[in-house]
């Protein structure tokens, strides 16, 4: 049997299966939804906030002190104080803090050139356990001593982060996407994509926490899998009530309807699951845990939703489809007169388009393209203290110590030497020494401490201050300077071996790991996209315009994030003007943004397949696949960006850069890319649209399409 045949039958059988099935059907997801409902439960102890690299010169580092010099990441805290006797005040509350704290240890005590003080209590704590001794510890030392660092600083977002989130999904995510459904469904069928979200989602989650056992994986998880499920849950729920109602209005009858419905939409859900999948899954091969936990749940949620969409919700529209449908919260007489109406505007809209398609098409791209440049000015690095809000009590903290010192104080480069055996130290002396001498008189070193011994006499230990924030280019490129030419030009005798580690080495090896093998993960992905596209459209040529239609306008959404934050136009705004672009922000807008591109392109191409195939004509089809489809489109996609949009209410510079990325990249989508780029270019294209020559469809095991011949020729 023929691929093509054979999906279509399958699909078929399973949903036939389903409808005859239902009580077991409905068992299953049940139990389903109770096991992720418990397994979602138990999640949230078992997400990390951290960044970690294995593998990485800086994860080593950080390995060799906490095992050496007991110091850990999160476990410095800094007690600092300003105005009248600050030192006496900051040393007295370090004194009576530290024996509280698990291995607490007074390491260093500075007066600043502000007169303010600062002492730096060395801890065992780590991680999660450090930002939880926070709380106690600024009840103890009382409001007149600020507790900053690591771990503070991390107590401190993560209510605000928490806030933001809230406020994006519950005040605006929700009554948006609740008042377009309301109104795109006018029906009790506004039920349908909750009740498939809380299907597909669920088990989503209790996967994840089967996986959280054994991969690290983000806090931001949860509310990414909230997001895409429930965003595919709306795409998918639209796409088949749509076409549900379209056969209904054509006489079929209840369960009739129901079938012819899943053998159209459900073929295009397969499609549009797996090109989905493809793009989330993406970040499963980066070599960052902190992007893999997102591509794990981006491989989850698609696969779950396709088989929701193929079981569940057949039946759910067969035992209750015609009575939520009965249910109207707008009057049938309208309902259909704007269905009407839509069907009309998009016709004349669409038709706008293909008789202007020849000034449309190359002024929309000169368009993209534009908004796309600034992508090459793009700077990268990790998260850093640069634009968080001033009123936290651990920035405040921070600006104390930065009145006068180094930012890079906090977060210093580290260098260790490993002379691969205990009571060697002595042998790498000369070479420390030259490199000493190289560090003195490179222009980005501020102070370079001694070098520090651990107790087996194996390690040196050497801190090195820096002149910028350990995040920023100018540090990132001293780091590549000091593994590069410094270290060895110290000259270091074999076998010993020497690491750097810290702020600024920390940064270069995350935007490397992040962003160094990504392109070719990229050409990829693209790859087999475009296998699976070549598939579902019947064309050699449609699925390659999709994949450049969706690189420009992620390009398009990245460059104007750039202007907005990199540049600052949006500061009139309140958006905070930022540094550098977080590494990872790029690599989630990518895989996230072509995974919900390549939905909606799924949803408009395969459309205007099945009328190509009735027609045999390029205008109709174009016409009669957006007009069908084009405010399905439009609808979920003002929904998404709406759920996107909301993070732009918080104050924390990620969460602005994310939520303006997606949310102007999906507008974008649905307005210039598909509303007029996609049907102008088929335009311009005609016939070839459709071409897929003979050997293709024998080398990928199509069949005929509606009984013509393999070969789809101009």
Known sequence: MHGEASTGVLISRLAGFSLRHQRLVVLVWLVAIGAGVAGALRLSPLLSSGFALPGSDSRRVDQILAARYGQRGNSLFVLAARGDSARTRAVDAAIEAAPTLPGGKLVEIERLPSGAAAVFVQTRLSGASAEAAIGPLRRLVGPGVLVTGDAALQHDLNPLLARALKIGELYVA???????????????????????????????????????????????LTNMVMMIGFGIAIDYSLLVVHRYRDERREGAGHEAAINETMRHAGRTIVFSGLAVSLG????????????RGFGLGGLLVPLISIACALTFLPVLLLRIGDRLERLRFLPHAFAERRHLQELRWWTAHTGWVIRRAKIVAPLIAVMLVAAALPVAGIRLGPGSPTGLPPGLQAIKGLAILQHGRSVDALDPTTIVVDSGAAHRDRAAVPAVARLDGLLRHDPEVVSIGPALADPSGRY???????RHDPASPTAQRFADRLRTKLIPQARFPAPIRV?????AAYAADFVSRTLGSFPWLILGVLGLTYVLLTRAFRSLLLPLKAILLNLLTVSAA????????????????????????????PVFMFTLLFGLSMDYEVFLVSRMREAWEQTRSNARAVVEGLATTGRIVTAAG?????????MLLGSIPTMQQLGFGLTVAILIDITLVRGLLLPSTMALVGRWNWYLPAWTSRALRLAPAGGASVTSTP
Do not use: D
């Not at 008042?179 to 088990?203: E, H």
């Not at 989330?280 to 992007?291: D, E, I, S, T």
């Not at 003002?638 to 909301?646: K, Q, S, T």
């Open 280 to 291: 989330l899954a993406l970040m499963l091969l980066l070599p960052v845990p902190f992007l």
């Open 499 to 503: 690491l750097a580690g810290g702020g």
């Open 558 to 585: 990245c460059g104007l994030m750039i202007v907005t934050f990199q540049w600052g136009w949006g500061s009139w705004a309140g958006l905070t003007r930022v540094g550098q672009i977080e590494g990872w922000i």
């Open 460 to 466: 040196l230990k050497i801190t090195v201050v820096g």
């Open 638 to 646: 003002l929904i998404m960006a709406a759920a996107f949009g909301g």
């Open 174 to 220: 929700m009554p948006v996407a609740l008042a377009l459904l309301l109104f795109v469904f006018g029906t009790g069928a506004v039920l349908v994509p909750f009740l498939f979200a809380a299907a597909a989602i669920a088990p989503a989650l209790g996967l994840a926490w089967v996986a959280a056992h054994f991969l690290q994986l983000s806090n931001y």
